[in-house]
Structure formats: structure tokens, C-alpha cells
């Protein structure tokens, strides 16, 4: 029959165009200059030292509804998955991802020291493999804000001082704790505010007071693209962001590390791969999360190895040649004042604090 | 057309009130853009009056005036906004004199004819009017993209340097990146072999099921259809699902059971749930070609001996051609722009162009996706232009005249 013979036809060409060697692995993580910095860092050195060919898929954006979607489905195409640590967490608990021995599956620090030691409290899941230290924070145009540029994060809602748009991302986290903390709230009571009601309703009444002068994200690249049109006067991102529109595309930008909020991103292997896959994966994270290639990451993105034998280690940008330590976040001059994201607290609030958020915004 | 109506010349009282809300359409831009809408209404509406006034009542010279509308504009243009604005400003300062000079001299009637009242005078223009600004919504989106595709910087940003034709403010680095980066070339060959191989699955099977349904006797023929056609009904998110699930098992038992590679697999699910999209496009267009079908011809086949194959390929197949040329069209854009399916059924290895561009919007805000945007437009208007033709040769050497 004639469809039957198309379809035949179809596949069989379909299979000479595509056909790749038989080791093939998917690796899903966040796209732009993150998976390029991983790229040449991790995914070049491992095909080159085993052969095996790596496939880039960005959707971490979207990795927790579709490796349940996948779970679901009996079909998990993933191999290694990079999330960020809360998103590590709920797919932990749910029995999506399996679980990691530090010290037997991962590489000791090159003086002896365990896995389990050099990472220390970044562990912060049994199934996740902390890959970097990046942070949420502020950059502002240079030449928008006068002759006193900002330096607190309050000046983020100093609308007479600094007048004009900001970006700020379309999610209760950072922005409540930014909120309260300039409302007079000490840095360590902030959770214990937020927990209740009145605490949730001081920090929207707080947002409420530049909530028209605010542009909302949701990815990554908007502020900077916001800012080098300077639609926006100051925004929140990701530091390596900024560090990329700064430094990369010199844009007259510059950071605000005040009260700059720490987080973690790393590597997850999702559960229920055959045999073989896992094995895969497992010799891969072996190879990429060690002392050396975590601070060879650091040559193409300023975001901190989650090591602390990486941090030696870190030296100049592969391309432009400058020293990369003066922008990690980690840095002692960028880090006087930071903000820890406290990932217990957003695990059980989040949900309400995400529905009082969404109906404050559509108000 | 040579002029059918005698023209007259217009009353001011209807010139400068005409021209001096021209004026301030073109006021309410400028002055939005200096800060103040209103101010450059009224700005606007009073300048292009007054010149009309200077014009017609006192300069009476309309060369001279024109020459002077040019260049004054242009100045204003520089001022406000560098060298575009010459460009803008010399372009506007003709269009106010001739419309001025349209107006006033009453050539506006000249074309139409002369027992029209003038209030089909107004409505004829009006309806170009809205004609001209439908087409602008149109195709402005579509042309503002393109520019952007050569900018320098990484940004979607009309730069300085852009707006003052310095090149350089332009670079082709975006279609270097498109055309040397491996994700999007990986991409690029992905679309290219997922759209051709679905669009004739589609076209084979949604010419057959035209056909079958526009026979009388198939029994339940317009519950069938309706099935048929509702992938294009029902939401794409929610096929999407369906079928990500419903591949899901038949990737697991080839891979499984026939022990295909993954790879292959993912290719043949991509292929099939693309079929899918593109079959409802071939049957309605199909069966709307086959309403003009005479039936008496495969019956007059059939008489001299013909099977039912040889009737279709030589007999039916080449007179609903056009539909079923005009379905496959559609079957390879629905395919080739598909972004939703792909993304559920398809796995890392599968990336189509669409699904690049979408996450590359989302993650890195580049150019590149400008560039090949640019790039596929320029295919489509080969692609269009190049069926077109084709249909219109056949045509020719069949003895029609085009249409």
C-alpha cells in the first residue's frame, strides 16, 4: 500500500540524516551563555576524553512538569538534568531523581578531601550535585541615575531618587524579602515575618509603592535586554547576566550587590533510567563536577564553583583575559552584604505566597 | 485613465481644516516622541495650515513651494532627529505640499467620475485609507524584524549608530552565527527533514480521505470528516498532550520490542504528529477542488479500460493538482512552524527550527533568531512565488487563461 511504503521510505531517510553514533547522551540545562560556558567546560573535555556524543536540550526552564510528564509516561528521554536547588528538592521528594553518594559516585577534592566535605552545607538535597554559587541581583544604567549612583537595595524603591522603570521578576521570591528588609525588617527576622499574613501584606504594601513604575520578567535575558534599551533604569537577574552585558557587550551598566541573594544550581539524574544510562550519566557527573572542571567553568561565566578547592583555582576569562574572581558573587568586596534564599521556608510558603502574589499583581 | 471630471479649485474652508488634521496625525508622532502628544497635535495642525495659508494665498508658486516644504522639513527633521529625520522630514515635506496642492487645485476628482457626490468622493478615499493602514498592521511587524537582523550589537535594539545610517552600526554577524552555530544548523536540518517527509504523509493521506469522503455512498461520511479535521479544531496543547503520552508507548515498544535506535524512533514520532496537523488542511482543500470534479470523466475512463489507478494518477489527479498543491503548502508550514507539538513529542535530538528560536527567545535574547526569521521569510516568498508561477505555466500550457 502506498502510505505503508512512504512511511518506510520516510524513516529510512530520515534515519541516514540523522543517524549518530549508538552513545548518544541529552543534557538539559538553561541555554544562552550558561550551557556555553558547561559546554566548553564540561561537554567538550568528556566527548573528547570518552567519545560520547552530548545533546543540549534548554528546558530546565520547564524540567519539573516534564520529567513527571515523562515518569508518567514510562519515557524519560533525559540523561542529566541541571536544576536549581529548590527545583532539586521537589523532584527528590517526589521520587523523580535518583539519589547521589557524595562519597562514593562523586570525586574526592585533589588533597584527599571527600566529596561530602568539599561541597559542605551546599549539599542541600540527597539527589543533587551542587554545580555553582550564582546570585539574584540588581544592575543599573550608568548614565540614567545622576551623579550618586545606588548602593543600597533600597534605592531600588527610592522612586524620588531614582526615578524611572525598574525590572523586577514576576515571582514572589527575592522581591518579598527585598520588600521587607527596606520596610525596616531585620535581615534575620525577614522569614520570621513573611511566615505570617500581615508580614505577606507589609512586604506587597511595600512593592505597592513602585508597583507602577515596574516592568515584570520571567526569563533571564529580559532585564539585560531591558537595560542595554534603557527601558529600565535599574532590573534584577542572574549576576553572570549582568556580568555578560557589563563586561561582554559593554553596555554602561553596573552592579548593585547589595543584598544580593544567593542560590544554587547543580546536576540531578532523573530516576528510572535503564542500566546503561545510568551508568552513563553517573561517570559523566563523576567527570564534570570535580575540582578542576568546576573551576574551569568559572573562565566563561562569573558564577562561583560550589567547591570550595575550586575556589583557588579560578583564574582569567578564556577570551577576554580578565580575572574572574573580582566578579563571583563570592567575592569578599561583593559579598558585605548578602541575602541567604532560605529554600525550607519557599518549599512550604510558596504555593500561598505565589497566589496572594499573582492576585496582587492582576489588582 | 486620463481625467474624466473637470477639476476646480477648493475653498480654503476646506483645504486648511483638511490639511491641518493631516498635520496633526503627523504632530501627534513627533510630539509623542519629544515628550507631548498634545502639544505636537496642535503644533502640527497649526504649522501644516499656516503653510498651506502661505501657499495658496500669498506664494502662489508651486514649484517654488514645493522646494521649500522639502527642505524646510528636512530641517525640522534634522533637528528633531538627525539624519533619518532628513530622510523622514524631505519625504513628509513633499507628501504636505502635493496633498495641499491635491487638495486645493481639486485633483482628487480628477480620476473619478464626475456624477459621484462628495460623500462617495470622501468614502472612496476613505476606504483606501483603511486598505493602506490594514496592509501597514500587516506587514510592519514583519519588516521591522528585518533591519534589527543586521544589527551590531547582541540586543534588540534600534542602536545610534543604526539610526544614523553608520555602518557601523551593521554587521552580518548574526547570519555568520546562524549559519556556523551547530545548534542552529543541527536545527535548520531537523526542520528540513521533519516538513517534507510529514507534508507527504499529509498530502498522501489527506488526498485519499478527500477523495474516499466525497464519494455518496461511504456511509457516515460527515461524522468521519469531523473526526478527521479536528486536530485543526481542537487546542494545540491539548493534542499536544494526547499525542506525547500516546507516542509515548509506540516510541517505548519500537525502541523496545523492534529495538530501533532512540534517535530514528523520535524522528518517526515528530514525522507522524506533524502528519497528523497537516492532514485536515489537505482534505478541506482537496475536497473543495473536488466540488468542481466532474464525475462523468472517471465513469468515461473506466469506459475505455482504464483501472482506478490509472484514472486517478491520469485522469483526476491532474485537475485537483492546485488543491492538492495548495494543501501541501499548508501542510509544510503548519509542520515547519510547528512549535507546541514538537516540544512534547520530540526529544532533545529532534530540535526544530521553531523550537531554537522559541528557546532562544526565552534564554538569550539574540539576534541570530532576527536573522533566520529574515532568512525564512525570504523562503516563503520564494517558495509562494515559485508554486504560483508553476500553476500559472500549467495553466498556460493547458489552455486556461490565469487567474
Known amino acids: 500500500m502506498k502510505p505503508t511504503k512512504l512511511l518506510i521510505a520516510s524513516s529510512a531517510l530520515a534515519l541516514s540524516a540523522g543517524a549518530v553514533a549508538a552513545a548518544d547522551m541529552t543534557i538539559v540545562s538553561w541555554g544562552g551563555a550558561y550551557s556555553k560556558s558547561q559546554q566548553n567546560a564540561y561537554h567538550a573535555p568528556y566527548t573528547a576524553k570518552t567519545g560520547v556524543n552530548i545533546i543540549n536540550d534548554d528546558s530546565s526552564n520547564e524540567a519539573v512538569a516534564k520529567l513527571r510528564a515523562m515518569n508518567e509516561a514510562g519515557n524519560v528521554t533525559w540523561d542529566v538534568v541541571d536544576v536549581v536547588a529548590a527545583d532539586a528538592m521537589r523532584l527528590c521528594d517526589e521520587g523523580l531523581a535518583m539519589e547521589i553518594d557524595p562519597d562514593t559516585q562523586l570525586a574526592p577534592a585533589p588533597d584527599g578531601t571527600s566529596a561530602a566535605d568539599d561541597f559542605g552545607d551546599l549539599l542541600v538535597s540527597d539527589c543533587f550535585i551542587p554545580q555553582i554559587v550564582y546570585s539574584t541581583t540588581f544592575g543599573y544604567r550608568t548614565d540614567l541615575v545622576g551623579d550618586t549612583p545606588p548602593d543600597d537595595v533600597c534605592d531600588v524603591f527610592d522612586l524620588e531618587a531614582y526615578p524611572g522603570k525598574r525590572a523586577l521578576e514576576k515571582r514572589p521570591i527575592n522581591n518579598m524579602e527585598w520588600a521587607l528588609l527596606c520596610d525596616g525588617v531585620a535581615k534575620e527576622d525577614v522569614y520570621d515575618v513573611l511566615e505570617t499574613p500581615e508580614g505577606q501584606d507589609k512586604a506587597l504594601a511595600k512593592l505597592d509603592t513602585i508597583k507602577d513604575s515596574v516592568v515584570w520578567w520571567s526569563a533571564g535575558a529580559d532585564t539585560p535586554q531591558l537595560l542595554a534599551d534603557g527601558e529600565v533604569v535599574m532590573g534584577s537577574t542572574y549576576n553572570g547576566r549582568l556580568f555578560s552585558l557589563i563586561v561582554e557587550q559593554k553596555q554602561p551598566v553596573a552592579m548593585l550587590w547589595d543584598a544580593q541573594v544567593f542560590d544554587l544550581d547543580g546536576w540531578i539524574i532523573p530516576a528510572g533510567l535503564s542500566e546503561e544510562r545510568q551508568k552513563q550519566a553517573l561517570d559523566y557527573i563523576y567527570f564534570a563536577t570535580d575540582t578542576q572542571r568546576l573551576a574551569d567553568q568559572a573562565q566563561y561565566i562569573s558564577y562561583g564553583p560550589a567547591r570550595a578547592s575550586s575556589a583557588p583555582l579560578v583564574g582569567k576569562h578564556a577570551e577576554l583575559g580578565i580575572d574572574m574572581a573580582p566578579h563571583m558573587p563570592t567575592d569578599p568586596a561583593n559579598a558585605t552584604n548578602t541575602f541567604l534564599y532560605n529554600y525550607e521556608f519557599w518549599a512550604d510558603y510558596r504555593d500561598d505566597i505565589d497566589a496572594k502574589f499573582q492576585a496582587w499583581l492582576a489588582k | ?403
Not at chain 2, 487638495?103 to 459621484?116: S, V
Not at chain 2, 545610517?165 to 542552529?184: I, M, R
Request: proline content about 5%; hydrophobic content about 55%; glycine content about 8%.
Open chain 2, 1 to 403: 485613465m486620463a481625467a474624466l471630471t473637470p477639476i476646480s479649485r477648493k475653498p480654503l474652508s476646506l483645504v486648511l481644516p483638511t490639511i491641518a488634521a493631516a498635520g496633526a496625525f503627523l504632530g501627534l508622532f513627533v510630539g509623542t516622541a519629544n515628550g507631548s502628544g498634545f502639544l505636537g497635535v496642535v503644533i502640527g495642525a497649526a504649522l501644516i495650515a499656516f503653510m498651506g495659508f502661505v501657499y495658496i494665498a500669498l506664494l502662489k508658486n508651486e514649484t517654488l513651494s514645493k522646494w521649500i516644504s522639502i527642505l524646510g522639513f528636512a530641517t525640522l527633521g534634522f533637528v528633531f532627529a538627525g539624519v533619518p529625520g532628513v530622510v523622514l522630514g524631505a519625504l513628509s515635506g513633499w507628501f504636505y505640499h502635493w496633498f495641499t496642492y491635491w487638495l486645493y487645485e481639486g485633483r482628487y476628482r480628477a480620476k473619478l467620475l464626475p456624477y459621484l457626490t462628495s460623500r462617495q468622493v470622501l468614502w472612496f478615499y476613505s476606504f483606501r485609507v483603511i486598505c493602506g493602514a490594514i496592509f501597514v498592521f500587516l506587514i510592519t511587524p514583519i519588516l521591522v524584524v528585518m533591519p534589527l537582523s543586521f544589527n551590531a550589537e547582541n540586543f534588540f535594539t534600534f542602536t545610534p549608530e543604526m539610526l544614523r545610517f553608520d555602518p557601523a552600526g551593521y554587521s552580518l554577524k548574526h547570519y555568520v552565527d546562524f549559519f556556523t552555530n551547530s545548534e542552529w544548523q543541527r536545527s535548520f536540518k531537523n526542520s528540513l527533514i521533519i516538513a517534507p517527509i510529514a507534508t507527504i504523509i499529509s498530502v498522501s493521506l489527506g488526498t485519499l480521505a478527500a477523495i474516499g469522503l466525497s464519494q455518496s455512498h461511504v456511509p457516515g461520511r460527515r461524522a468521519i470528516m469531523a473526526v478527521m479535521i479536528s486536530p485543526m479544531i481542537v487546542p494545540l496543547i491539548i493534542s499536544a498532550t494526547g499525542m506525547f503520552f500516546f507516542y509515548s508507548d509506540i516510541g517505548n515498544w519500537l525502541e523496545g520490542t523492534l529495538g530501533l535506535p532512540k534517535n530514528f524512533v523520535g524522528y518517526v514520532k515528530v514525522i507522524l504528529a506533524h502528519s497528523v496537523l497537516g492532514i485536515p488542511f489537505v482534505i478541506i482543500t482537496v475536497t473543495a477542488t473536488l466540488v468542481g470534479f466532474d464525475r462523468s470523466l472517471t465513469r468515461a475512463a473506466a469506459n475505455m479500460g482504464a483501472d482506478p489507478v490509472t484514472t486517478f494518477f491520469k485522469v483526476q489527479m491532474p485537475l485537483i493538482l492546485p488543491g492538492v498543491i495548495s494543501g501541501a503548502l499548508f501542510a509544510f508550514i503548519t509542520s515547519f512552524d510547528e512549535v507546541v507539538v514538537v516540544l512534547f513529542v520530540g526529544s532533545a535530538g529532534q530540535k526544530t527550527l521553531p523550537w531554537q528560536m522559541f528557546t532562544g527567545l526565552r534564554e538569550q535574547i539574540s539576534p541570530t533568531i532576527l536573522a533566520v526569521a529574515t532568512i525564512l521569510v525570504a523562503i516563503s516568498i520564494l517558495l509562494l512565488t515559485t508554486v504560483e508561477l508553476l500553476r500559472r505555466r500549467s495553466e498556460r500550457m493547458r489552455g486556461m487563461s490565469p487567474s
